[in-house]
C-alpha cells in the first residue's frame, strides 16, 4: 500500500476518534453529574439556624458553598458536590471568612440600588453573616471538634493575614486548564487550595499524607477537602459531617442582639467591617 494511502488512512481513523469523543464526552459528564447526584440525594444532611450554631464557631471551621445553578463541572469533572469553600476566622464576637475568589458579590450597596459590594479578588476576607445572609445558593459548615490550641490558632490568622494582605491570587482559566491538564505549578490558589494551604500551616491535614494537601492537584485537593469529615488529623483533631445553614436573624421576630452581634447590613455593616481592621477587604 502506497505511503500516501496509508497516511490518508491514519489520518481519517484520527479524525474518526476525534469525532467520537466529541461527541460521547457530554453524555459521559451527563451520566457522571446524574450518577454523583443521584448518591448524594441519599443522604440526609443536618440543617441548623445560624443564630443558633454563631455562638459555636470557631477559627479553622470550614464553610462549604452549592450555588443555586451547581455548576456541571463540579459534578461531572470533580465529582464533588460543593462549588466553593472558605475558612473560618473568629474575633471576640465577629466571625468571618477567609477564602480565594473572583470578585464575588457579597451584599447590595444600600447607598446605589442595582449595584453590590464586591470581595477583592484573589484571597480576601468578609463577615459571616453577610456572607450567609446574601448567598444565592446553599452553604453548609464543617465544625472541627475543638477548637485550636492557642499556636494553630496564631498561625492560621497570621496566614490569612498575609495572604489577604497581598491579594494571592485566584488561578485564570489559562493557568487552571496548564495545572490540570499539564500538571503545571502556578503562582496561584483557588478556593480550595487556599483552604488546603492554611490546613497545612495549621498542620491540620490528615493522618499519613506524603505530601502537603494543597500540593495533591488542583482537582484532587477538592475531594480531599470534601472527604475531611470523619479522618484522623494531627493531635486528635477532626472534622464532622456538613450542616446545612438556616439564615433566621433578623427574621420572624429574632433579636440579632440575642447572640451579641450586629446584623451586618448598610452602615451598621461597614462599621463592623472597619472593626475588623485588615481582614475585611471589600470593593464597591
Same mark, same amino acid.
Given at each position: ?31 457522571? %453529574?446524574?450518577?454523583?447526584?443521584? %448518591? ?14 454563631? +455562638? ?53 450597596? +444600600? ?35 475543638? +477548637? ?26 489559562? =493557568? ?16 480550595? =487550595? ?48 456538613? %450542616? ?35 481582614? $475585611? $477587604?471589600?470593593?464597591?
Amino acid at each position: 500500500m502506497a505511503p500516501a494511502r496509508i497516511a490518508a488512512l491514519v489520518a481519517a481513523a484520527l479524525i474518526a476518534l476525534v469525532i467520537i469523543i466529541m461527541v460521547a464526552t457530554p453524555y459521559l459528564i451527563l451520566a457522571r %453529574i446524574m450518577e454523583y447526584n443521584l %448518591i448524594y440525594l441519599t443522604m440526609r444532611t443536618p440543617r441548623a439556624m445560624v443564630s443558633e450554631i454563631y +455562638p459555636l464557631l470557631k477559627t479553622g471551621d470550614l464553610l462549604m458553598f452549592v450555588s443555586s445553578s451547581h455548576l456541571p463541572a463540579n459534578s461531572g469533572i470533580v465529582q464533588i458536590y460543593y462549588t466553593h469553600t472558605a475558612m473560618l476566622m473568629r474575633e471576640g464576637d465577629l466571625v468571618y471568612t477567609t477564602e480565594s475568589q473572583t470578585g464575588t458579590e457579597v451584599m447590595p450597596n +444600600p447607598d446605589s440600588p442595582g449595584t453590590d459590594y464586591h470581595m477583592k479578588k484573589g484571597a480576601a476576607s468578609a463577615p459571616f453573616l453577610t456572607r450567609v445572609k446574601f448567598y444565592t445558593g446553599t452553604v453548609y459548615v464543617m465544625r472541627l471538634s475543638r +477548637p485550636l490550641d492557642p499556636a494553630r490558632e496564631q498561625r492560621l490568622k497570621a496566614t490569612a493575614d498575609q495572604l489577604h494582605s497581598v491579594g494571592y491570587p485566584y488561578p485564570t482559566m489559562q =493557568q487552571a486548564f496548564g495545572a490540570a491538564l499539564l500538571g503545571r505549578k502556578v503562582p496561584a490558589r483557588h478556593c480550595f =487550595q487556599h483552604v488546603a494551604h492554611l490546613l497545612d500551616e495549621a498542620r491540620l491535614t490528615p493522618l499519613g499524607l506524603d505530601a502537603p494537601l494543597a500540593d495533591s492537584g488542583i482537582i484532587q485537593v477538592c475531594r480531599d477537602v470534601c472527604g475531611l469529615p470523619g479522618r484522623a488529623l494531627p493531635d486528635g483533631y477532626s472534622y464532622d459531617p456538613p %450542616i446545612a445553614l438556616m439564615y433566621d436573624i433578623g427574621t420572624l421576630g429574632f433579636d440579632e442582639d440575642a447572640i451579641g452581634v450586629v446584623l451586618p447590613e448598610g452602615e451598621r455593616w461597614r462599621q463592623d467591617g472597619r472593626h475588623l481592621g485588615e481582614h $475585611v $477587604v471589600i470593593a464597591a
